[in-house]
């Protein structure tokens, strides 16, 4: 029910007004809970992207997934690292949550659980990077995906949202960012900024020149 | 430039004063978002479907806009019918091959869209051709047509370029609300005044979902915002038994010319001065706008919210 979402909803009181006002409170929130993970999660964002620049140095290749939402902000992620437009510097990068055959193949004749590790297992090289998206910080896939990373000496950047769930439990990244809000879209708009705000400060950074 | 040696958390805080304006610019603008997703409510109702488009990262952000329709994250929120345009790579890349690439959306558009859908397309940068044409082409079918925007180009912006930033930018925040209801997207720091540079460049666009910044990374991140609250907002209207859809006053069966979200060919009769005209609905005549179309009497118009927006035929036609 709406109730959920819009508490002043279900007796009849519903305006164009209430809507508006709960919008301009949802888009606050938003704001102030991206500055909020700015300032809290800045500076190791800073030395994350350090490392990353450092990674793209020596010849490393960024790999990124996801699930629903969040495979399409993979997407978004590798395609800002590879094709930044102007003033950006093109780097290695793909998402694994692109390939519809590999997916399904993988899906349907093995686990789900193992759609990421696989790939991972089959492209990744020590010095790479893997970075994983979960607003919970629980999707199976992308703990094995991190597990079968770190296993192979990949560096491991993990996204997590409300309290980062397994991924913050089993220490599976070795940059850790947990988004301090239970609401998955806060998480995946405070994500996304963060994730440019990373890429923007590898492309700035000293390692990577 | 010379940020790039600077140490020390400058490079966050001008991260961070880049996002202010333009997310307080976010929360003037939730007035549009809300008339937008009672309209796209009203679409969802009369068995339209959600069709989205974008190219680069923004075809990244049209699945994510899709999904969240068709699988909510809200357990128990009702499934609504959408499709991304950008996800299939087989369709995506052999439309561009056989027919160039501002044809990808387009072409599929025409072929899988009906008149009661919504098309939502990511106008993000100066070459968004694939989108401009989705977006017309689906004006001209008589969809419920939305455009989330960005301002000016990423390149005038300074801080747009994280080798080049510097100080923060400008606030944003100079500009108010637009008029409601206006296509005219993003007029914002540079052109207050509306011009090509509103980021929707002349193309008719029923609701018009601004970011107001040119940096492409901030307004994605607006974007994302926008489609989120978007999406719940549509939920709220769809579901609410008391948010009553058509006016009250009238109870016509969708054919008002006045009343109906939707796009009805009606026949001109008389053309008037003042950009008027007088036309046979079918079941009577009304008055409407033909200040947008080339019109003459016999000349058979597509008419949305009484605005004449296409000439479907013409003398006697």
């Not at chain 2, 044409?133 to 994280?162: E, K, Q, W």
């Not at chain 2, 006045?258 to 005209?277: K, N, Q």
Request: hydrophobic content about 45%.
């Amino acid at each position: 029910m709406t109730g959920t979402l819009y508490p002043f909803l279900g007796a009849g009181q519903v305006t164009v007004e209430d809507v508006t006002r709960s919008s301009v409170e949802k888009a606050g929130e938003s704001l102030a809970l991206r500055l909020r993970v700015l300032e809290g999660l800045g500076p190791a964002l800073a030395a994350c992207a350090d490392v990353l620049a450092a990674a793209f140095r020596a010849g490393g290749r960024l790999y990124t997934f996801g699930n629903g939402g969040s495979s399409t902000d993979a997407q978004s992620v590798a395609q800002l690292f590879l094709t930044p437009g102007a003033g950006g510097r093109s780097l290695p990068a793909m998402s694994l949550t692109g390939d519809a055959a590999l997916l399904t193949a993988l899906g349907n004749d093995v686990d789900f659980d193992v759609i990421f590790a696989r790939q991972l297992a089959a492209l990744g090289r020590p010095g790479d990077v893997a970075l994983g998206l979960s607003t919970s910080g629980g999707s199976a896939n992308v703990l094995r995906g991190l597990e079968e990373a770190r296993r192979r000496d990949l560096v491991t950047v993990g996204f997590a949202g409300s309290g980062g769930g397994r991924m913050a439990e089993e220490g599976l990244a070795d940059h850790l960012f947990v988004i301090p809000s239970s609401s998955v879209h806060r998480v995946q708009e405070a994500q996304t900024t963060a994730c440019h705000v990373l890429w923007e400060l590898v492309q700035r950074s000293p390692a990577g020149a | 430039m010379a940020m790039g040696q600077q140490a020390g958390t400058a490079p966050l805080d001008e991260a961070a004063a880049r996002r202010a304006g333009p997310g307080r610019a976010l929360a003037a603008d939730a007035g549009r978002i809300v008339t937008c997703a009672l309209d796209m409510a009203e679409r969802f109702h009369r068995k339209g479907r959600l069709l989205t488009f974008g190219d680069g990262a923004a075809a990244a952000d049209a699945g994510h806009l899709a999904v969240e329709f068709t699988h909510p994250v809200i357990v128990g929120k009702r499934a609504l019918p959408a499709i991304s345009l950008a996800n299939d790579a087989a369709a995506v890349s052999g439309i561009a091959a056989a027919s160039g690439y501002d044809s990808v959306f387009a072409t599929q558009l025409r072929l899988l869209g009906r008149p009661e859908d919504i098309a939502v397309g990511f106008l993000t940068g100066d070459r968004c051709g694939s989108v401009r044409a989705a977006l017309a082409a689906a004006r001209d079918l008589g969809m419920l047509t939305v455009a989330l925007t960005a301002s000016t180009p990423a390149a005038s912006i300074p801080g747009a370029n994280p080798l080049t930033a510097g100080t923060p930018t400008a606030s944003i925040l100079t500009a108010g609300p637009l008029t409601a209801g206006v296509p005219s997207g993003g007029a914002e720091e540079t052109a207050p005044g509306g011009s090509d540079d509103d980021g929707v460049g002349g193309l008719e666009i029923d609701h018009v979902l601004p970011a107001r910044t040119g940096d492409p990374r901030v307004a994605r991140e607006i974007h994302v915002t926008i489609y989120h609250v978007l999406w719940e907002l549509v939920h709220v209207f769809y579901e609410d038994p008391v948010f009553s859809l058509t006016p009250a006053a009238c109870h016509d069966d969708g054919g008002c010319v006045t009343c109906a979200d939707t796009a009805v060919p009606v026949r001109v009769t008389e053309v008037r001065d003042g950009g008027l005209a007088v036309v046979d609905t079918g079941s009577g005549t009304e008055e409407i706008s033909v200040a947008l179309v080339e019109a003459r009497v016999g000349d058979v118009v597509l008419v949305h919210a009484k605005e004449a927006i296409a000439v479907l035929g013409g003398d006697g036609a």
